[in-house]
């Protein structure tokens, strides 16, 4: 380990140079030395690394492959936003990714401009509040499938829940009737298991297509069973124009040459915003429930909220407005534990972030997990839980500080769908039970190509009457 990353330099942005300064060298964190540290336990190593740099760049040197590591804001808006032209969704983990969900909302250049401009009016907030009343009234019934649990009083896989009602909310909203329960769970699981199985690629990101690595196969049936699912309803709804939901919306779209979007790219489109829904409101509420018995005061202060607001009744759109507290908390969680824990992108051209002048061709790793808890802009507690961050009254921190939906032009759509999802499962669930996480130790963020728990999670669940 280079003897400038142990002295914890200073970043780059807390004392700005003259605007004439040269361009200095990336710190270089020699990985390669570390190999059995990361292979044991690559989220502290990782964790190490950001909070040696300080916001600084740094360069991870794993060999073959020699990524930047970019965490301060100020880079981070440079990346994603000031020159986000010049870094595209390319090699590191989109080429994999692409293999699922397609080059069109997911992808970058022309064809995600398209496609963004289509998906746009979707997610528009009068849309999101027409959806609203829909949302609640899936919530609800999804909700209602713990009632076994609560009678049983057996433990439950946290994980697999959460899916399972993200799963039927937004199949409901993609979809409308066009899915059965039974395809709707397995596109829920497919999904699940396509994004667990990439973490070889991920982490190997040089390995060419042809080498079999850990994953793959299991990968290929993943992305069958998507297929099977989703493509059998382009087709249907290719004959019903008038079904009302995102499918139905997108078979009624034009390019500019006037012909109509094919049925991959509709397809392609669909699943991008179906993966990138489920799996974020899945895996965030997998953690809301992890913080929530870490600190109990904090539980407490959130039912109460729930108790007042919601009572007896079933949470509606009427509702959100007074679940301050509770959207806080999910804000924290967001902060804490974000699905999207890195965000790749490849250089078309050279360019100099936080003063290190990087070369075309280059990988740059965005990291929010770093970004989140950097103490320089978070505090020194930057790593405790406290939803009173996002208090009204606190002063906000930068605008590339906070990013669990990414941010620039490749933003994600559905925030605000999402927010209010969330919303709507957690006054839900507080408001008919009590959930109880069983104690089988701590639980450690494990990193693959969203942030899931290293370990399966047991809850249980009682009546909040009995």
Not at 18 to 32: K, M
Not at 68 to 77: A, G, I, S
Not at 101 to 120: F, M
Not at 175 to 189: E, K, M, V
């Given at each position: 380990?280079?003897s400038?990353?142990?002295q914890?330099?200073?970043?780059p942005?807390?004392?700005p ?43 991870l ?38 293999r ?93 298991v ?61 390019n ?7 049925d ?17 409101t899945?895996?965030?509420l ?103 961050r ?62 899931r ?14």
């Amino acid at each position: 380990m280079s003897s400038s990353v142990c002295q914890q330099p200073a970043s780059p942005h807390s004392a700005p140079g003259p605007e004439t300064a040269p361009p200095q060298r990336a710190i270089s964190f020699p990985v390669y030395r570390r190999l059995a540290r990361f292979a044991r336990d690559p989220l502290t190593e990782f964790e190490t690394i950001g909070g040696q740099a300080n916001g600084a760049v740094v360069r991870l040197n794993l060999g073959l492959f020699r990524p930047y590591l970019v965490t301060h804001p100020d880079d981070v808006q440079h990346v994603l936003s000031d020159d986000a032209g010049r870094y595209m969704r390319e090699g590191m983990l989109w080429k994999p990714v692409h293999r699922l969900t397609g080059n069109g909302i997911s992808g970058d250049g022309p064809p995600w401009k398209a496609s963004r401009e289509v998906l746009r009016p979707v997610f528009a907030a009068r849309h999101v509040a027409a959806l609203t009343d829909l949302l609640a009234t899936t919530v609800n019934e999804a909700v209602d499938g713990l009632d076994d649990h609560a009678t049983t009083g057996k433990p439950f896989d946290v994980a697999d829940e959460m899916t399972r009602i993200a799963d039927l909310v937004l199949g409901r909203a993609f979809f409308g009737g066009g899915i059965s329960a039974a395809d709707g769970g397995r596109l829920g699981r497919a999904v699940a298991v396509a994004f667990t199985s990439l973490t070889a690629r991920m982490l190997l990101p040089f390995a060419p297509s042809w080498m079999p690595l850990p994953g793959d196969s299991a990968f290929r049936r993943a992305v069958r069973t998507v297929d099977e699912v989703i493509d059998p309803l382009v087709t249907q709804r290719r004959h019903q124009p008038d079904a009302g939901d995102v499918v139905a919306l997108l078979c009624q779209v034009r390019n500019e040459a006037g012909q109509p979007l094919s049925d991959r790219r509709i397809r392609d489109d669909v699943v991008a915003m179906y993966v990138a829904g489920t799996e974020t409101t899945a895996m965030a509420l997998t953690w809301l429930w992890v913080a929530l018995e870490a600190n109990p005061a904090v539980a407490a202060k959130l039912r109460a909220e729930v108790e007042q607001v919601v009572g007896d009744a079933r949470p509606s759109a009427a509702h959100l407005p007074q679940l301050r507290y509770t959207r806080m908390v999910i804000q924290e969680v967001l902060r804490l534990y974000p699905s999207a824990w890195f965000i790749p992108r490849t250089m078309l051209g050279s360019d100099v972030v936080g003063g290190v002048r990087l070369p075309a061709g280059s990988t740059v790793m965005v990291s929010p997990y770093l970004t989140h808890r950097l103490p320089s802009v978070w505090g020194e507690d930057s790593h405790t839980f406290d939803p009173e961050r996002f208090a009204p009254e606190r002063a906000k921190p930068h605008r590339f500080a906070y990013l669990p939906f990414a941010g620039g032009p490749h933003q994600c759509l559905g925030s605000q769908l999402f927010m209010i999802e969330a919303q709507l499962v957690v006054a839900a669930m507080l408001s008919r039970y009590r959930p109880r996480l069983r104690d089988d130790g701590p639980v450690r963020p494990q990193l693959a190509v969203t942030l899931r728990p290293d370990r399966q999670l047991a809850m249980t669940i009682a009546r909040e009457n009995q």
